[in-house]
């Protein structure tokens, strides 16, 4: 498979250049706890949006954020070093280009995807990482007793951000995708487990004579239609609520599943695929786009998110032999692997009986 020259997230250092130290490798691995937690302090508190309107004191900022005036100055002066904000004299401090990426519903959803990724919730299913390596069981039910999916339908804000995370962790990827595979085959579509709608938004756009249907569950409804709407295809676009364990909706070209399957065991991504099978004519296709991790010991971003995997959702990343495995007992076979710019590749499957 070609290597990708570019990135849907922001890549872990994997690989030390050569000549630190080998304890100097590790201790550097182990302290990036240190910026996380910073920048999601930063993101909890607002701080970029506080200083939209121009420079402010730090004991203004203070004031507005309910904290305590010394241990937010050594915040700020933690961001400053980082590049996120910058103390322009003594105690007052403005935003950087960097910073302004941190502001609620800027581009790119950097701040709904640090307060997913580095909050709270997911700090408390870390707290569980060996139970999940002992176990299997993943450290949001060890956390919560419930499934992620589950504890998201409970907590709409959390699950606002998710959604937008998903954006910001896969914001590259739509673009990637629609330039990496001929949709033009097609006149219609599903997008299974889609969210608000990004890359069927993408794939539609670029294809003028598609229609698609977005399916996902009934609480994310608002936001894609609003979605939807703001990006001019009521007229094409439809979204159907339902749970993709149960049914889909039958009769379209082809099928998506994008950053779907990496979320769920291997037994329920074959109950996932078997839904997608029945819902598919004999000439339909399957597109699955995620991550297909390299063998042996080279780097992919996948091999960490695989950690986050096993942590948060209870899912896995997959080779593309195991995906090959998961998509024959379900009935289809795989036929190719798309690569794209960036660490997301396409899958490309087809029912077993097509020839």
């Not at 889609?194 to 756009?205: D, F, H, S, V």
């Amino acid at each position: 498979m070609a290597s990708n020259t570019g990135s849907d997230v922001p890549n872990a250092q994997m690989r030390a250049p050569a000549g630190i130290p080998p304890h100097v490798q590790l201790i550097q691995m182990g302290v990036a706890i240190w910026p996380a937690r910073a920048v999601y302090a930063a993101a909890e508190l607002g701080i970029a949006d506080l200083l939209a309107n121009g420079p402010r004191e730090v004991q203004e900022i203070a004031c507005q954020t309910g904290t305590h005036v010394r241990s937010l100055s050594r915040l700020m002066r933690a961001l400053a070093s980082c590049g996120i904000v910058d103390e322009i004299q003594p105690g007052l401090f403005t935003t950087t280009a960097l910073g302004d990426a941190l502001r609620d519903g800027a581009p790119g959803a950097a701040r709904a995807t640090i307060l997913t990724i580095a909050g709270s919730w997911q700090w408390k299913a870390w707290d569980h990482f060996l139970h999940a390596l002992r176990t299997g069981q993943s450290g949001v039910e060890a956390a919560f007793g419930k499934d992620l999916f589950g504890f998201l339908s409970g907590e709409p804000v959390h699950s606002a951000r998710f959604n937008d995370a998903m954006v910001g962790m896969h914001g590259a990827v739509a673009p990637a995708v629609v330039a990496a595979y001929d949709f033009s085959r097609f006149r219609s579509l599903v997008d299974v487990g889609g969210g608000k709608g990004a890359l069927l938004a993408e794939i539609l756009t670029a294809h003028p004579h598609m229609t698609g249907i977005l399916f996902d569950l009934p609480d994310t409804e608002k936001h894609a239609r609003d979605y939807i709407a703001a990006s001019g295809l009521e007229a094409r676009c439809a979204f159907c609520a339902g749970d993709f364990f149960d049914h889909l909706p039958s009769g379209h070209d082809a099928l998506v599943l994008a950053h779907v399957l990496h979320d769920w065991t291997d037994d329920d991504a074959v109950a996932i695929l078997r839904k997608c099978r029945e819902a598919m004519p004999a000439e339909g296709r399957l597109l699955i786009v995620e991550a297909v991790l390299p063998d042996g010991n080279a780097p992919h971003h996948g091999k960490l998110m695989d950690l986050l995997m096993l942590t948060v959702t209870g899912g896995v990343e997959r080779s593309q032999d195991q995906f090959s495995q998961i998509l024959a007992q379900a009935g289809f076979r795989l036929g190719c692997v798309h690569p794209t710019t960036t660490h997301q590749s396409i899958i490309e499957a087809f029912p077993c009986d097509q020839g």
